[in-house]
Nanobody, 127 residues
């Protein structure tokens, strides 16, 4: 059974930092690329970041560039380091997997066509 399990979400003050983790099991990690998405109440799901195995490309959404950093242990976990958090970052954060190579357009438009999804972790940023 494929599982993606997010953790690390919390309540934090604006300007603070959080590190999210996504542990992947049940699939060959190198065969899939992982992306992070978020969805705030009443809003559409938004692509946050993705990491492509074959060329190491890391993509970030415009609203998080320069503040968020995605990384991997190349074993079974991907991370999303979130710095200088803003109240607008409040959302449920999800990781998702797509058989490599990931389609950047799919990530940018909110994750259409991703193969597997986690259940999400809540990030709340207070002002």
């Amino acid at each position: 059974e494929v599982q993606l399990v997010e953790s690390g979400g919390a309540l934090v003050q604006a300007g603070g930092s959080l590190r999210l983790s996504c542990v992947v099991s049940g699939l060959t990690f190198d065969d899939y690329d992982i992306a992070w998405f978020r969805q705030a109440p009443g809003k559409e799901r938004q692509g946050v970041s993705c990491l492509r195995h074959d060329d190491g490309l890391t993509w970030y959404g415009d609203s998080v560039k320069g503040r968020f950093t995605m990384s991997t242990d190349n074993a079974n976990t991907v991370y999303l380091q979130m710095d200088n958090l803003e109240p607008e970052d409040t959302a449920v954060y999800y990781c998702a997997a797509q058989r490599a190579p990931i389609t950047l357009t799919a990530v940018a438009i909110g994750g259409f066509g991703m193969d597997y999804w986690g259940k999400g972790t809540q990030v709340t940023v207070s002002s």
